[in-house]
């Protein structure tokens, strides 16, 4: 039988056009088949054009071997499912069983459809509107937004979210799904025998590989592994996100607004509405408490105030649990279960955050109007190396690395393979990445004026084309203004559409440039001449006073900048500057307007992240290259 390099080979042959040889996505695919044959972790960096998909998908698939991919985002899990898995099943001999499972959120709820029947027959017969218990008629625009949900869900077969093709609000979506804390769970649901959710959990169990995003994963792996099948491999795409993601999935998040939610939730289900009237009460001293603490980090032991005002939370929250718990025969027993599994799984985020484990950060986070306590692990590395590594053969890929990555996840150092496969593009001949040495330095003063002449000198010399990348709203916002009154060519602004919709208008008008801060250094691809420049304002650096990577720096001692901001910023800026050259005919320039990239002691660990284009810190031989692309 033929290897997977040797099949890989053959399959990229039969790729629209062609196909074309690529010697770093055959390396990878030999590296995961021996990672899988081996039960060796494998962390590999796949440069943009690689193909990286395609090898990881050719030995899973053939493998025999039970998988779940994990995505960073849903245009690669759609981009897996819908085209890539589609197109291998139609060229390898084995059989390919592939699923897509989402959170349990992204699924249309039959049983509150039913409740919500229920309701608007009793309403019907007591001559009243159908309100949904939104605080508003049907004849509004979320009871609108409803009613074609309520239309949708007699067609639909999956009952998925991303079935629809308007997006309907959260609060109306919110009205038709549950979250997984309120699920009763399938054997205590009237409706559990024709769930959505649970219909794709089964499909789920019935495939070889599980394509998942990697939040969905992270909860997997923060409960024990309680949420997807289990399996022998794990492919994790865009791996460079794990570590926040596991450590967001993995702490507690506690507010007000969540402690009146459940008050509330529970007061129609209740007779005796007193436990409901002291959760609410809860919530306001939760509030008052929390507000002079937005934006600060608790270090050290819970405020006296917070931690009485948490811990009458908690006793709180367990009355009013075992108000619902008790025993009635009605139509409400459902609907009860799900409010207590809810209010359970809140006390116990209350309980964490008044242990205040000694492994979290804990910060307050606003608005004012909003304030949440959040915690989250500081080191995500023993969680999986006693949760996840034992258990599966990881492979982790994505183009950037950061240095470091495989230590802070806990990869042991004698049980895990690292290996870079490069790009196949030539990029020195391909663009130009300049530093603008001249401006003063991003904080010195004349800089923001110095860095709009720049930016519209190169914009002009372009002929618009341009992503102009910024790493805050405020000077993305006062770059745009400036830019809108000098220039002649469409501006569009981060914020006044859709994502999809921006990045689609941009695509289509070969002038357009567009504004946009970090949503867009990363997961954005426009392929072609409609893209020439990418321009970044500053080197990403993190915020000082985030409060996890604060603790993170403390644990990190003397070493904090290089071990945990330096490789984040040198991973951004490469990702960010990874939005030009998209494929082998692509052309263009990107530009730095921070001179630290070429004066600074770290330089060279981000130099040597970025793309190997030809450097060059003349401003004129960039606009002169810029204009013959024009021409050309």
């Not at 470091?404 to 049980?415: A, H, N, Q, S």
Request: with cysteine; hydrophobic share 40%.
């Amino acid at each position: 039988m033929a290897d997977d390099r040797t099949v890989l080979e053959a399959i990229t042959t039969r790729l629209p056009g062609g196909g074309e040889r690529r010697d770093g996505q055959l390396d990878m695919c030999e590296a995961v088949t021996s990672a899988i044959d081996d039960g060796r972790h494998l962390v590999v960096a796949a440069g943009t054009g690689t193909g990286k998909s395609l090898a990881y998908l050719v030995p899973v698939l053939r493998s025999g071997r039970r998988a779940v991919v994990a995505t960073a985002t849903k245009a690669l899990q759609d981009q897996l499912a819908d085209k890539d898995v589609p197109f291998l099943a139609e060229h390898l001999d084995e059989p390919v069983v592939v699923s897509v499972l989402k959170g349990r959120s992204n699924y249309l709820c039959r049983q509150r459809l039913v409740e919500m029947g229920a309701a608007d027959e009793q309403a019907a017969q007591a001559g009243l509107d159908f309100d949904l218990d939104l605080e508003g008629e049907a004849s509004t625009p979320t009871g609108a937004e409803i009613r074609k949900l309520v239309e949708w869900a007699a067609s639909t077969t999956t009952g998925d979210r991303a079935e629809l093709t308007e997006e309907p609000s959260n609060r109306a979506w919110s009205a038709v799904s549950v979250t997984p804390r309120e699920c009763p769970g399938a054997h205590r649901c009237p409706s559990g025998d024709t769930c959505f959710a649970e219909d794709a959990r089964s499909a789920a169990q019935a495939s070889q590989v599980v394509i998942v995003n990697t939040h969905l994963y992270a909860m997997h792996v923060a409960t024990g592994g309680m949420v997807l099948p289990e399996h022998e491999v794990l492919v994790v795409d865009e791996a460079h996100q794990l570590e926040d993601t596991v450590s967001s999935s993995a702490g507690a998040s506690v507010g007000p607004t969540r402690v009146l939610a459940a008050g509330r939730g529970a007061r129609r289900l209740l007779k005796d509405t007193a436990p409901a009237d002291a959760v609410e009460d809860a919530a306001s001293r939760l509030t008052d408490a929390l507000i002079p603490l937005v934006d600060r980090r608790i270090d050290g032991d819970t405020p006296e105030r917070l931690r009485s005002v948490l811990e009458l939370t908690r006793d709180r929250l367990t009355a009013l649990s075992a108000a619902l718990g008790e025993r009635r025969d009605d139509d409400l027993d459902t609907q009860r279960i799900r409010a207590r599994s809810s209010t359970d799984a809140l006390r116990d985020e209350v309980e964490v955050a008044l242990r205040l484990p000694d492994t979290h950060a804990a910060w307050v986070e606003g608005p004012a109007t909003q304030p949440t306590l959040r915690l989250a692990p500081v080191d995500v590395g023993d969680l999986l190396a006693g949760a996840l590594w034992p258990q599966v053969t990881a492979v982790l890929t994505s183009a950037t690395i950061p240095t470091g990555l495989p230590d802070r996840l806990g990869l042991p150092d004698d049980e895990h393979t690292e290996l870079d496969v490069g790009s196949p593009f030539d990029y020195e001949s391909q663009g130009l990445l300049y530093c603008a040495l001249h401006l003063p330095e991003p904080r010195a003063g004349g800089y923001e004026e110095a860095m709009h002449d720049e930016l519209t000198s190169l914009i002009e010399a372009a002929g618009g084309r341009t992503m102009a990348l910024f790493t805050s709203w405020r000077a993305m916002r006062a770059a745009a203004e400036t830019a809108t009154e000098r220039l002649d060519v469409p501006i569009l602004v981060q914020g006044e559409l859709a994502k999809p919709a921006l990045i689609e208008q941009f695509t289509s008008d070969d002038e357009a440039c567009l504004f946009a801060t970090m949503g867009f250094w990363q997961g954005v691809d426009v392929p072609g001449m409609t893209l020439s420049l990418v321009t970044i304002d500053k080197i990403p650096f993190p915020r000082p006073d985030d409060p996890l990577l604060q603790a993170r720096r403390e644990r990190a001692g003397r070493g904090g900048f290089s071990e945990i901001d330096l490789p984040r910023a040198a991973m951004l800026l490469a990702q960010g500057a990874g939005r030009l050259i998209r494929t082998a005919a692509d052309r263009g320039a990107v530009a730095v307007f921070d001179r630290r990239l070429a004066t600074a002691g770290y330089r060279w660990e981000l130099v040597n992240a970025l793309p190997p284009l030809k450097r060059t810190r003349d401003g004129d031989e960039v606009r002169q290259f810029l204009r013959s692309l024009r021409s050309g």
